[in-house]
């Protein structure tokens, strides 16, 4: 499993600047960022090199911020590589909340999801033969 | 010897001797020297000099605030101003404002009444009381500290403001006492967290005396919990004296009146009529030994009720409950009267939200439209978007059946809602007069 970070931030100028600058202040190096926004907030869902530390800087920062724990898969960088991923999911009968994909190697892409039941979702994508990545595999 | 503190379990019959004996003095002394009380009562048909039960003040005519305003500055005044010895003034938010004077013997009744809360909490000279409400025409800084001095506290004239000073002071100082607005006192918690200071372990507060503004069971818990110390509530009000008028004892079941300075009623605040006890409405307090600006049946606008039995601490004051709101304070939205307090009833039933909060108005074409805004808590779960709408859903359905009045609810980041150093801004209105 991986630990994402998630911000609750005020759909507002200035505001994830804001939250980025805090980041680098902390020393935290960035390797994906995604923003699910409605009109009044966003939920900002970060994967980072220390996501405990870029917390406790946000906090203090008084932003809130929570450690998550999402799916991350090592899918292939090809066409079909998250598609043939999702027929694993039909299989097995669970729901998708959000996810995203991020690449980080040429020939391999991350794709993360976050899942109605994770721990059923990792014994079964790892008996199909799925790696499935955390925060120190990134490094 | 007799000491001060005697009186708050002095029997019932002795009490309401002193209250008849004290309410008919303050009604002729109105009469025959303030202008204002002659020509009311000669117009009312009230004969000040026919009152022989307390009950029969009941057909005295009210005081409103209005009153005072009309008689601005010294028209209430019953003594020459030679006896005057201090003046006080209420905010004055919503108009002009109204006027207290104060005699040697006035001042000192002030003190004991706010030294009670001091009592109440078995303190006394081995306290330090760190006054923070403000100084100068407010009555809470003066009301406190005359308190703290009569109950014999080493007192701390903070005043209001610099929020890290008022902190070093207190651990420096090793304060036991804090008096200031509870909105205040959860702002000094929040500074000390930030600046790393635990004021659970570095401060020595064993009691908090707060008042001037409403605050929920919820709110009194979360201060407590961050301070370590025990919260009472005290009530009071610029027109009949300031601060100590009522105040909560350790039982925290209710705010003791001082009922040998003040005779109180709970009127039904549409037809006037006196309301059984156990009836919740407005607040009309009578002064029994005021002698600069005594009131009779000055109406306060703060919603409450007289709470029937007797207190667990063997007191004999009756208490009232604590603030329902005041009839000001409530809002008219599209037509219907709601009170913040009912807000904070529905607000502290969810533990996602924090206690502060913000209720602001504004126009949509013709229609009012309520925004209550709100702060996460560190433990909410909010990874899903959904988690969130839930909580305004849930929490939207739960306010519009306890109000009969749809509001919204938008989650705003920490710390957003302004925290002030006086009375807090529950309330923003941005309706404008222009529809």
């Given at each position: 499993m991986?630990?994402?970070?998630?911000?609750?931030?005020?759909?507002?100028?200035?505001?994830?600047?804001?939250?980025?600058?805090?980041?680098a202040?902390?020393?935290v190096?960035?390797?994906?960022?995604?923003?699910?926004?409605?009109?009044?907030?966003?939920?900002?869902?970060?994967?980072?090199?220390?996501?405990a530390?870029a917390?406790?800087?946000?906090?203090?920062?008084?932003?809130?911020?929570?450690?998550?724990?999402?799916?991350?898969?090592?899918?292939?960088n090809?066409?079909?590589?998250?598609?043939?991923l999702?027929?694993?999911?039909?299989?097995l009968?669970l729901?998708?909340?959000?996810?995203?994909?991020?690449?980080?190697?040429?020939?391999?892409?991350?794709?993360?999801?976050?899942?109605?039941?994770?721990?059923?979702?990792?014994?079964a994508?790892?008996?199909?033969?799925y790696?499935?990545?955390?925060t120190?595999?990134?490094? | 010897?007799?000491?001060?503190?005697?009186?708050?379990?002095?029997?019932?019959?002795?009490?309401?001797?002193?209250?008849?004996?004290?309410?008919?003095?303050?009604?002729?002394?109105?009469?025959?020297?303030?202008?204002?009380?002659?020509?009311?009562?000669?117009?009312?048909?009230f004969?000040?000099?026919?009152?022989?039960?307390?009950?029969?003040?009941?057909?005295?005519?009210f005081?409103?605030?209005?009153?005072?305003?009309?008689?601005?500055?010294?028209?209430?005044?019953?003594?020459?101003?030679?006896?005057?010895?201090?003046?006080?003034?209420?905010?004055?938010?919503t108009?002009?404002?109204?006027?207290?004077?104060?005699?040697?013997?006035?001042?000192?009744?002030?003190?004991?009444?706010?030294?009670?809360?001091v009592w109440?909490?078995?303190?006394?000279?081995?306290d330090?009381?760190?006054?923070c409400?403000g100084?100068?025409?407010?009555?809470?800084?003066?009301?406190?500290?005359?308190?703290?001095v009569?109950?014999?506290?080493?007192?701390?004239?903070?005043?209001?403001?610099?929020?890290?000073?008022?902190?070093?002071?207190?651990?420096?100082?090793?304060?036991?006492?804090?008096?200031?607005?509870?909105?205040?006192?959860?702002h000094?918690a929040?500074?000390?967290?930030s600046?790393?200071?635990?004021?659970?372990k570095?401060?020595?507060?064993?009691?908090g005396?707060?008042?001037?503004?409403?605050?929920?069971?919820?709110?009194?818990?979360?201060?407590?919990?961050?301070?370590?110390?025990?919260?009472?509530d005290?009530y009071?009000?610029?027109?009949?004296?300031?601060?100590?008028?009522a105040i909560?004892c350790?039982e925290?079941?209710?705010?003791?009146?001082?009922?040998?300075?003040?005779?109180?009623?709970?009127?039904?605040?549409?037809?006037?009529?006196?309301?059984?006890?156990?009836?919740?409405?407005e607040?009309v307090?009578?002064?029994?030994?005021?002698?600069?600006t005594?009131?009779?049946?000055y109406?306060?606008?703060?919603?409450?009720?007289?709470?029937?039995?007797?207190?667990?601490?063997?007191?004999?004051?009756?208490?009232i409950?604590r603030l329902?709101?005041?009839?000001?304070?409530?809002?008219?939205?599209?037509?219907?009267?709601v009170?913040?307090?009912?807000i904070?009833?529905?607000?502290?039933?969810?533990d996602q939200?924090?206690?502060?909060?913000?209720?602001?108005?504004?126009?949509?074409g013709h229609?009012?439209?309520?925004?209550?805004?709100v702060?996460p808590?560190?433990?909410?779960?909010?990874?899903?978007?959904?988690?969130?709408?839930?909580?305004?859903?849930?929490m939207?359905?739960?306010?519009?059946?306890?109000?009969?009045?749809?509001?919204?609810?938008?989650?705003?980041?920490?710390?957003?809602?302004?925290?002030?150093e006086?009375?807090?801004?529950?309330?923003?209105?941005?309706?404008?007069?222009?529809?």
């Open positions: 991986l630990e994402q970070v998630t911000v609750f931030l005020e759909n507002e100028k200035g505001r994830l600047s804001a939250l980025t600058r805090v980041l202040d902390a020393g190096n960035m390797y994906a960022l995604t923003i699910a926004e409605t009109s009044d907030y966003g939920l900002v869902r970060i994967v980072c090199d220390k996501p530390q917390v406790d800087a946000l906090r203090s920062a008084d932003m809130r911020a929570i450690v998550t724990k999402v799916l991350a898969v090592a899918v292939p090809r066409p079909g590589g998250l598609a043939d999702l027929d694993a999911f039909e299989e009968d729901n998708i909340e959000y996810g995203y994909c991020f690449s980080v190697h040429g020939d391999e892409a991350v794709d993360v999801l976050k899942v109605s039941d994770a721990p059923r979702a990792c014994v994508l790892a008996d199909k033969g790696r499935l990545v955390d120190a595999d990134l490094a | 010897m007799k000491r001060p503190q005697d009186i708050l379990t002095a029997p019932r019959a002795e009490l309401e001797a002193l209250q008849l004996e004290g309410v008919k003095k303050t009604v002729i002394k109105c009469y025959e020297n303030v202008p204002f009380y002659h020509d009311l009562y000669d117009e009312a048909g004969d000040p000099y026919a009152v022989t039960t307390l009950e029969d003040l009941q057909k005295a005519p005081t409103t605030k209005q009153d005072l305003r009309d008689n601005y500055p010294f028209n209430m005044f019953a003594v020459p101003m030679e006896d005057v010895r201090e003046i006080h003034m209420s905010s004055g938010t108009g002009i404002a109204t006027v207290g004077g104060y005699t040697e013997h006035d001042l000192d009744i002030w003190g004991d009444c706010f030294a009670r809360g109440y909490a078995d303190g006394g000279p081995q330090v009381m760190h006054v409400y100084y100068g025409l407010f009555t809470g800084g003066l009301g406190a500290h005359y308190g703290g009569k109950a014999g506290c080493t007192t701390i004239p903070m005043s209001a403001g610099n929020t890290e000073r008022q902190i070093r002071v207190m651990r420096e100082m090793g304060s036991t006492i804090l008096c200031c607005t509870p909105s205040y006192a959860m000094l929040d500074t000390a967290l600046m790393g200071i635990d004021p659970k570095e401060f020595k507060l064993r009691v005396i707060h008042g001037a503004e409403a605050f929920s069971d919820n709110f009194r818990k979360d201060l407590e919990d961050k301070i370590g110390y025990k919260v009472l005290v009071g009000l610029t027109e009949t004296m300031g601060p100590g008028v909560e350790m925290q079941n209710g705010l003791h009146l001082a009922e040998d300075h003040f005779y109180a009623e709970v009127i039904d605040p549409k037809t006037g009529e006196v309301l059984p006890d156990g009836e919740w409405g607040l307090l009578t002064t029994i030994d005021r002698e600069a005594p009131v009779v049946r109406r306060t606008r703060d919603i409450t009720r007289i709470l029937p039995g007797e207190c667990a601490c063997g007191r004999t004051h009756r208490r409950d329902h709101g005041r009839t000001d304070d409530m809002l008219i939205i599209r037509g219907v009267n009170f913040p307090s009912q904070e009833d529905v607000m502290k039933t969810f939200i924090s206690s502060w909060y913000q209720i602001e108005l504004t126009r949509k229609l009012d439209v309520v925004t209550l805004k702060e808590n560190p433990d909410f779960d909010f990874d899903e978007v959904r988690a969130i709408e839930l909580l305004q859903r849930d939207q359905e739960r306010l519009k059946s306890a109000l009969s009045v749809g509001i919204r609810v938008r989650i705003v980041e920490p710390r957003s809602i302004p925290r002030s006086g009375k807090a801004v529950r309330v923003v209105d941005l309706r404008g007069d222009d529809c």
